[in-house]
């Protein structure tokens, strides 16, 4: 199921206790095309979700004609564990899921630009007194004379956020199908309007 990201609220459950819940905006989802082993080499359905009606090129518009399907403003494609009954211009609906449920979501993390250790890291720094010309740097990163280089993967300044990020085994507090809308608990990657994924989990099902 594809969604959007529409912010954080709260909710108090049966017993008074507040509830952090983000609310995402699941489906409706229309299936545009189904891949099959004979055809495609693999299984997987493509969903689209939001429906497009500017900047569509030929071959979008052609894509879309061809399976009977509205445009679709965001396209991805998910794998199904062997032959599966959807076809195109089947509707996935919020309806899928129940209270209860444990869900991943999948989503882009926010981007918060270039970084020092001490921020991406949580590097603890040096001294804050005066003189001490050693605060938020990120010290040592390799020996002099073995091995003489900067090993790969040490934790240093660098670009952080903006990555794809999964949120598991997530509960779903509640579901309201008459505005597609799925609160679940707790945060999820990305920013309000944010795209995300969103699946039934495969710990819940071990």
Request: charged residues 30%.
């Amino acid at each position: 199921m594809l969604g959007k990201k529409l912010g954080m609220a709260r909710i108090f459950d049966p017993d008074g206790l507040s509830v952090p819940v983000t609310v995402v905006e699941a489906g409706p989802c229309w299936v545009i095309q189904r891949k099959t082993v004979e055809r495609d080499g693999y299984c997987a359905v493509q969903l689209g979700f939001g429906e497009k009606t500017k900047q569509i090129n030929k071959p979008e518009g052609g894509h879309f004609k061809k399976h009977g399907v509205p445009a679709a403003r965001v396209v991805k494609e998910m794998r199904v564990a062997g032959e599966t009954e959807m076809k195109p211009g089947d509707v996935l609906s919020v309806s899928m899921f129940k209270e209860g449920d444990r869900v991943d979501i999948t989503g882009v993390s926010k981007g918060k630009g270039f970084q020092g250790v001490v921020k991406r890291y949580g590097f603890r720094g040096g001294r804050s007194s005066r003189g001490s010309m050693f605060h938020r740097a990120p010290g040592s990163i390799g020996a002099s004379a073995d091995p003489s280089r900067v090993l790969k993967n040490t934790r240093m300044p660098g670009r952080m956020g903006g990555k794809r990020a999964t949120k598991r085994n997530l509960l779903v507090v509640k579901v309201d199908g008459d505005r597609n809308v799925l609160l679940v608990k707790g945060d999820v990657p990305g920013p309000r309007g944010g795209h995300l994924v969103v699946e039934k989990s495969a710990r819940s099902e071990t």
